[in-house]
């Protein structure tokens, strides 16, 4: 029997008070992929962070292909072959990709930028990426960039590799292009370890899944031999329901009128082109497109906060039956109508949210201007944050927490939750469960369908095609700032909006 290429015996991690991981054993073989799976805040990316060298078990022990080691840092990690893909990538923008590949590496001679860009090619020849060594890292795709991560680590001769939620933000084609290279990877005696929600791409790439809960270890299992709901089960410590319930929209009436609206950036590229469609009432309405396709553009236009060509944005107010014409307004008069944007941005705390500020405070960011006195008023933000707590089932020792020190996933529910619990007539979540795991996500559809039954208009951009159709009434899909189509939710097809994500031109309805 081969020795495996990487084992973890009884890791144990602990931050002040919090114990992020306890007694952790993993073991990975040669030509294996394994799945990491645990809700957020359940400890996968601190484990890695250890056998990636950027943290040092408390205690536990590290073999690489049988024999112990110590990883003190990120450079003793590539010493023995072990090289870390981070969700948020750390690429230098005015370079290009071979630069950003030989960036820190000490090389024996005169340096060679071309021979760099050659090894590139034959690296990306030998496992199927496609990517130009020459071209500049600001001008490339999220999927290229991280592809120039990946290669980044192969060049320096990682045999083990780890991936930090590869598909966060990639379209399902750019998934699947990744999957085929990791497959390649593979079959060249690699071994994978990809941390992920997404339980599709658990149970078609992997070979194992190893499931972490609370920061314990639960178990292993052989993927072949499992399926979504026993996944979940593991994760989570319970049965849950895996489906969307899906009502029909009650006393629907329109809230929202966009149309024929132009936006050009500030480099002249015209963004958004001609968008027109209706938001109603009691009715969640999906975006789907490939990203940077005008999602962001057209939400932040409503909200005020993009200056736009021309068309016009007509808001419909329930108290008086009014028309009000948003475009003459501000984006508070817009705020306080009842339009609110909650926008989960890959940069969580970069947007939204104040890193060093504890829960309570970045409340009251969305309430301050409320207050009469000279006080600010902490009663009102302190409720709202203990029941975003309760609801969403945040992760953290007390609302006086500072939100640095929550996960991804637990910042995003505040994020979320603020916006929710603002009681908005019309609520657009732009990517709400970016990053979260599979119970978390479903907390917040449950509450984006509780919003359209108490008759607000829900404008959702989700990135999962699936939850998409599951999820909404209607969904419009946008190609290059154009709508390419509108679809009703309850008989639309994945391949058909796939095929409208990647149109050049279509229709409105």
Do not use: W
Request: net charge neutral; charged share 25%; hydrophobic share 40%.
């Amino acid at each position: 029997m081969s020795t495996p290429a990487i084992v973890l015996k009884n890791i144990t991690k602990t931050f002040g008070q919090i114990v992020a991981n306890k007694n952790i054993n993993l073991s990975v073989d040669r030509g294996e992929i394994v799945a990491l799976l645990g809700e957020n805040g359940s400890g996968k990316t601190t484990l890695m962070n250890m056998i990636a060298g950027i943290y040092f078990p408390d205690e536990g022990q590290i073999f690489i292909d049988g024999s112990e080691v110590v990883i003190k840092s990120p450079k003793g990690a590539f010493r023995y072959g072990i090289g870390m893909i981070h969700q948020h990538f750390k690429l230098v923008d005015l370079f290009s990709a071979a630069e950003n590949v030989a960036l820190g590496l000490k090389e024996k001679g005169k340096f060679d930028i071309k021979e760099v860009a050659e090894r590139v090619r034959q690296i990306s020849g030998r496992y199927g990426f496609d990517i130009d060594p020459n071209k500049k890292i600001y001008e490339m795709s999220v999927s290229e960039k991280q592809t120039v991560e990946i290669i980044k680590v192969l060049y320096r001769g990682a045999n083990i590799l780890i991936l930090d939620e590869p598909t966060a933000v990639l379209t399902p084609q750019e998934t699947q292009k990744l999957f085929a290279v990791l497959r390649n990877m593979k079959k060249d005696g690699k071994s994978i370890i990809i941390i992920t929600h997404k339980l599709h791409e658990v149970l078609s790439i992997s070979d194992n899944v190893v499931v972490l809960r609370k920061g314990e270890y639960v178990g292993t299992v052989k993927t072949a031999e499992t399926d979504e709901a026993q996944l979940t089960e593991m994760m989570v410590g319970k049965k849950i329901a895996l489906n969307i319930e899906r009502s029909e929209p009650e006393e629907s009436a329109d809230r929202l009128f966009v149309r024929g609206i132009d936006l050009t950036n500030h480099d002249g590229v015209k963004v958004l082109d001609d968008i027109t469609f209706t938001a109603r009432s009691g009715e969640i309405l999906g975006i789907a497109g490939i990203a940077g396709s005008g999602q962001k553009e057209l939400l932040e236009a409503i909200a005020g906060l993009q200056k736009l060509d021309g068309g016009e944005i007509v808001y419909v107010n329930p108290a008086s039956g009014q028309e009000e014409d948003l475009r003459n307004k501000t984006p508070i008069q817009i705020r306080e109508l009842g339009v609110r944007l909650s926008f989960v941005p890959e940069d969580r705390l970069g947007m939204g949210l104040v890193g060093n500020m504890d829960i309570i405070d970045n409340m009251m960011l969305r309430s301050y201007k409320k207050g009469r006195s000279v006080f600010v008023e902490r009663k009102g933000p302190r409720e709202l944050a203990d029941k975003v707590i309760s609801d969403l089932e945040v992760v953290t020792p007390g609302p006086t927490t500072p939100v640095r020190r929550l996960s991804g996933g637990n910042v995003q529910k505040v994020l979320v939750g603020r916006e929710i619990a603002a009681a908005p007539t019309v609520l657009m979540a732009a990517y709400p469960v970016r990053g979260l795991d599979i119970n978390s996500s479903y907390a917040i559809y449950n509450l984006l369908n509780e919003q359209k039954r108490k008759g607000v208009a829900v404008i959702f951009v989700g990135e999962d095609l699936d939850v998409l159709i599951e999820l909404c009434d209607r969904i419009l899909v946008l190609c290059a700032g154009r709508v390419t189509g509108i679809l009703n939710g309850r008989d639309a097809d994945k391949s058909e909006i796939g095929l409208l994500m990647t149109r050049q031109s279509g229709g409105n309805d």
